[in-house]
């Protein structure tokens, strides 16, 4: 059974920068490509950030390009977001999965909130 725990996330001031951290239970994460999602009310869940088992490769949203980075430490089952220049339009709560092909494939986690003030 995977589990997931993410962390990171608080109240900052557009411009600003928070890291997102996902600590991911099970053996599987290794040899798995991870994904960040991020939630608003009312609204899908976005895929964000993807990134290859190895970390060689990762995908992001136009929306975000430039600013977040993807990445993770396979000994210790942690995928990161590193989030700069945060606007407004980037609160919302944040969540990872193990992906297959582009698609979530554990129990979702609790998430973490991110709030960006204007």
């Known amino acids: 059974q995977v589990q997931l725990v993410e962390s990171g996330g608080g109240l900052v001031q557009a411009g600003g920068s928070l890291r997102l951290s996902c600590v991911v239970s099970g053996s599987i994460f290794s040899i798995r490509n991870m994904g960040w999602y991020r939630q608003t009310p009312g609204k899908q869940r976005e895929l964000v950030a993807t990134?290859?088992?190895?970390?060689?490769?990762?995908n992001y949203v136009d929306s975000v390009k430039g600013r977040f980075t993807i990445s993770r430490d396979n000994a210790k089952n942690t995928v990161y977001l590193q989030m700069n220049s945060l606007k407004p339009e980037d609160t919302a709560v944040y969540y990872c999965n193990v992906l297959s092909g582009r698609s979530p494939i554990a129990s979702w986690g609790q998430g973490t909130q991110v709030t960006v003030s204007s």
């Open positions: 990134i290859s088992s190895s970390g060689g490769s990762t």
